[in-house]
């Protein structure tokens, strides 16, 4: 088996990234950083279309010999299993996990003329102020949307859902005040964010962020709140070799630990977020319940 590890890789290494957006920045900094110890070039190619699935369903296809991986998040790994009546992919069975290695960070803003500044301030205007809040998401049966519902089963408040198919339109859109309050990654919000015509009022995060450690999470204000699940994360077709998984989890983890990753991936809104093969495992299982009870909950029904 040593003999397997030690003889791959023998060519280029293709990673097959179901999302898009800015999670971009974080494929290409493992792929070239990955590249040079392994002696063999690792190339990004995007196939995020039907939210994902058609990248997922070309990694289940493809051999389980190292040279197709797949860089995917929970939103093309798990959320189309349950929105989809087609999908021809199996969120544990089709694959292999490899390593998580980083978290988007789900932010809660409000445009700043709104009388609140925090998401509890938000949930008591909305309850004196039924319908007044318009919300925008990237989208129905996202994890920003996901976010929405769940406040709204906890809260009983009563605001009203603009589904978008991006995050930046989201952005702009609470910056103007044609929306008040919106879900969106901090990769998207950029440069927005210091802007003064947006208040940040919450993280959807199991902890505080370094980026906003004085900004207390939407489970701080909202006891009873579970995050969405957030993760990016790593995998080859399901019967990839153990020793080929051990050897690219090895030198992804070196190139995750390093200070310049870390520092870049803040910058660019993540956090880096590291877990084993068994970690992700674990990881889908749980998220499969919190996407199953979140889609009904939202009353998404497959199409």
Known sequence: MMSLAQA?????????????????????????????PLGQPVVVEVQSGAGGSIGQEAV?????????????????????????????????????????????????????????????????YARRNPGRISYGTSGVGTTHHFAAVLITALTGIVWVHIPYKAGPPVVTDTLTGRIQVGFVILGTLGSNARSEKIRVIGTNMSQRVSQYPDLPTVTEQLPGFEPSPTWLAYFGPAGLPQPIVQRLHAEIMKVMKLPETRSRLEAAGFAVSTGSAEDVTQMIRRDMAFVARAVKAAGIQPE
Do not use: C, W
């Open 60 to 124: 289940a296809r493809a051999a389980p010999d190292g040279y197709t991986l797949m860089f995917s998040s929970v939103s093309s790994h798990v959320t189309p299993y349950f929105l989809s009546k087609n999908v021809r992919f199996d969120p544990i069975a089709s694959y292999t996990p490899i390593a998580k290695v980083a978290e988007s960070i789900l932010l809660v803003i409000a445009n700043a003329q709104e009388p609140y500044g925090t998401v509890a301030e938000m949930i008591e």
């Open 8 to 36: 791959y890789p023998a060519r280029p290494i293709k990673t097959i990234m179901t999302i898009g957006g800015a999670a971009d920045l974080v494929a290409r900094l493992v792929a070239k950083g990955i590249a040079e």
